[in-house]
């Protein structure tokens, strides 16, 4: 599930949100606000299907495979303090995550398709993994040829980015500062953390 490339709209009505953002996906769900089937009357969902699909719902926003996820949940344990805010915490701090969020793409598969492709730097220093943990101080820009800064100036003066308070943005110099780490509110992902940490601890 690192890259998923079914219908996304589909997964948008499945369960209740967009996670996935482009225009057609939402358009689609917007047209048909019910889940994907047959449209019969549903069964009401059991607490093992309403977990299942709060977990779903981290896995397909932030683009994780379900081995991916676990190591994050394991880790939010070993951490001090609450369990699930650390789990989302390490979502929100992934750098693709970080992309998204400054502006430079406009969904986050379009965010791991240019960090993949070596389009972004933090500290000066290229890097290809999606899942890099970015820490307070970092800079995230643009390398620096031409063709991709013309790129990524139109997607920035979209104003596609989701406002957050722990980066701050450049437009004009093509960079992003992380100039603290994430709390709790500001992850943008409603979700019952509740449910998840239950369902992933069984």
């Not at 069964?43 to 699909?53: P, T, V």
């Not at 701050?168 to 992380?178: L, P, R, Y």
Request: charged share 25%.
């Amino acid at each position: 599930m690192g890259r998923y490339t079914g219908p996304k709209a589909r997964i948008n009505r499945r369960l209740g949100f967009m996670v996935f953002e482009n225009a057609g996906a939402v358009r689609a769900a917007e047209k048909k606000e019910y889940p994907p089937g047959m449209a019969t009357r549903r069964r009401k969902q059991s607490n093992y299907g309403l977990a299942l699909n709060e977990k779903q719902k981290i896995k397909y926003y932030f683009g994780l495979r379900e081995q991916q996820l676990r190591r994050y949940f394991a880790l939010a344990k070993r951490t001090k303090g609450n369990t699930s805010a650390a789990l989302l915490i390490l979502c929100e701090r992934r750098l693709d995550n970080v992309v998204r969020r400054s502006g430079f793409a406009q969904t986050r598969p379009q965010a791991r398709q240019g960090v993949v492709h070596g389009h972004f730097q933090v500290n000066g220093r290229t890097i290809t993994r999606p899942s890099y943990s970015v820490r307070a101080g970092d800079v995230i820009t643009v390398r620096n040829r031409p063709n991709l800064r013309d790129i990524y100036r139109d997607r920035m003066n979209d104003k596609s980015g989701q406002e957050c308070s722990w980066i701050s943005v450049a437009a004009g110099e093509m960079k992003a500062i992380v100039t603290t780490l994430p709390k709790m509110e500001d992850v943008s992902l409603p979700v019952d953390m509740g449910q998840v940490v239950a369902f992933l601890s069984r």
